[in-house]
């Protein structure tokens, strides 16, 4: 923008007036996290229209995640899609750049036939919640083997069961629960308006998917 300067501590915006003009927003990719995932859990498809491979936002790239784990995606100038039809496959990743989708790729995982090793994000644990003991414990109530260290956690697959699992008021977490309820019956979340801190419409969103 003409006559804007960039400083180390601070940002010089000369007086003007604003003028009408349009913008396309693209989805929020973090948001597109559930659906998504949704496909790699409970095979089938779905897409995200607007999401395309120019995305500005990292968490864009979690369809790559979930291609690692045998889901087949295209990501193009159109938008996102992702479907399964195979095996889903436990995978060793860093996810220092998708640290929010973490609780989403863990309920993913607990579907694989093999285990997976999620590291890099030992800060996740100062988030609205401890996002990797908290979401541990949950998972292990409804009987999928995690477990936390200091680095990430591991999540070895097996059969989850019936289960009421806490949110920790964390709306992350509470996503990602109620992945696991589509894919295994019985998952109760509490506090479940804790969705409306980012996708106020969100359990709207699971029903369909149903």
């Given at each position: 923008m003409p006559g804007v300067e960039l400083g180390d501590r601070i940002i010089t915006v000369p007086a003007g007036r604003y003028s009408a003009r349009q913008f396309t927003i693209e989805?929020?990719?973090?948001?597109?996290?559930?659906?998504?995932?949704?496909?790699?859990?409970?095979?089938?498809?779905?897409?995200?229209?607007?999401?395309?491979?120019?995305?500005?936002?990292?968490?864009?790239?979690?369809?790559?995640?979930?291609?690692?784990?045998?889901?087949?995606?295209?990501?193009?100038?159109?938008?996102?899609?992702?479907?399964?039809?195979?095996?889903?496959?436990?995978?060793?990743?860093?996810?220092?750049?998708?640290?929010?989708?973490?609780?989403?790729?863990?309920?993913?995982?607990?579907?694989?036939?093999?285990?997976?090793?999620?590291?890099?994000?030992?800060?996740?644990?100062?988030?609205?919640?401890?996002?990797l003991s908290d979401l541990c414990r949950e998972l292990r109530h409804a009987g999928v083997d995690a477990v936390d260290n200091p680095d990430g956690l591991i999540v070895r697959p097996g059969a989850a069961h019936t289960a009421t699992l806490a949110t920790h008021h964390d709306h992350r977490l509470a996503m990602a629960f109620a992945l696991l309820g589509l894919g295994a019956s019985g998952i109760i979340v509490e506090d479940p308006d804790v969705v409306s801190k980012s996708w106020p419409d969100f359990w709207t969103m699971i029903e369909s998917l149903r």
């Open positions: 989805p929020d990719a973090s948001s597109a996290s559930y659906p998504l995932a949704a496909a790699a859990i409970c095979g089938g498809r779905v897409r995200v229209p607007g999401l395309t491979n120019t995305s500005l936002q990292g968490d864009a790239a979690f369809c790559q995640v979930l291609a690692r784990m045998g889901c087949e995606v295209v990501q193009d100038q159109w938008g996102t899609t992702v479907s399964r039809h195979g095996d889903l496959h436990g995978i060793d990743i860093n996810m220092v750049d998708l640290s929010d989708l973490v609780p989403t790729l863990a309920v993913v995982a607990a579907f694989a036939n093999s285990p997976t090793d999620i590291h890099g994000v030992a800060f996740i644990r100062n988030k609205e919640s401890d996002r």
